[in-house]
């Protein structure tokens, strides 16, 4: 993989909309789903799904979502034309990837790491004067998307409280019972490093919920 560098400009513009991005192909298909097989006197028992990393620049909606069921460009009016907007969100920012570093991300812990380094090289702009935080507001909310997206393919976490215009309110509940906000978790790490000059791990905070599904603390 490439090594990530500071870009020259800025990423792109986003409005407020974040659902207006081209989706095609949006349809494209992933890789089948591998399954385990456990055999006892010749018969299969058990058949378990293996789960594997997805593309994000063609992530799948999950469950019962279906792209219709958002309009390209409508605003989200429920909880699940937000899921749907936020799937398109992080699609867009892995088609950035792929177009800046030739780096397709998947929905796995070296995706988070690429990304920290990202955030880290943008922060680092911040703390050198170089830089506006305001500029990261965008760039926090999608990467925030994508940790979120990440986890709840990962680690099985559902999105809650999706309404408003807060992007760093929304939720995600995990098997365990936690309830974490993939979005602040973003923004605590960004601010940290460029007001505070270091930073907490996000690597280490994906492979924990994953590992443990342990509550953990949002409190700044």
Do not use: K
């Not at 385990?36 to 990393?53: C, G, I, K, N, S």
């Not at 796995?108 to 830089?131: F, P, S």
């Amino acid at each position: 993989m490439p090594t990530l560098q500071t870009i020259a400009r800025r990423a792109p513009h986003h409005e407020e909309d974040l659902t207006t991005f081209d989706l095609r192909p949006w349809h494209a298909a992933n890789e089948d789903v591998e399954v385990d097989v456990d055999l006892e006197a010749e018969d299969v028992t058990v058949v378990r799904p293996r789960w594997f990393p997805e593309a994000v620049e063609r992530l799948l909606l999950r469950g019962q979502l279906r792209e219709d069921m958002l309009p390209v460009g409508a605003v989200p009016c429920d909880e699940a034309g937000m899921q749907i907007g936020i799937v398109r969100l992080v699609r867009s920012l892995g088609r950035d990837y792929l177009a800046w570093y030739g780096a397709s991300l998947r929905t796995d812990a070296v995706a988070i790491e690429t990304m920290q380094r990202y955030l880290l090289a943008h922060a680092g702009e911040v703390l050198a004067g170089r830089a506006d935080v305001d500029t990261l507001a965008p760039e926090i909310v999608r990467h925030g998307a994508l940790l979120g997206e990440i986890l709840a393919r990962r680690a099985g976490g559902s999105w809650m409280d999706l309404y408003g215009q807060m992007p760093g309110a929304w939720r995600m509940a995990l098997p365990s019972g936690a309830v974490i906000s993939p979005v602040a978790r973003v923004q605590r790490f960004v601010l940290r490093r460029a007001i505070e000059g270091r930073h907490d791990d996000l690597v280490a905070f994906f492979e924990q919920v994953v590992a443990t599904g342990t509550a953990l603390a949002e409190a700044g």
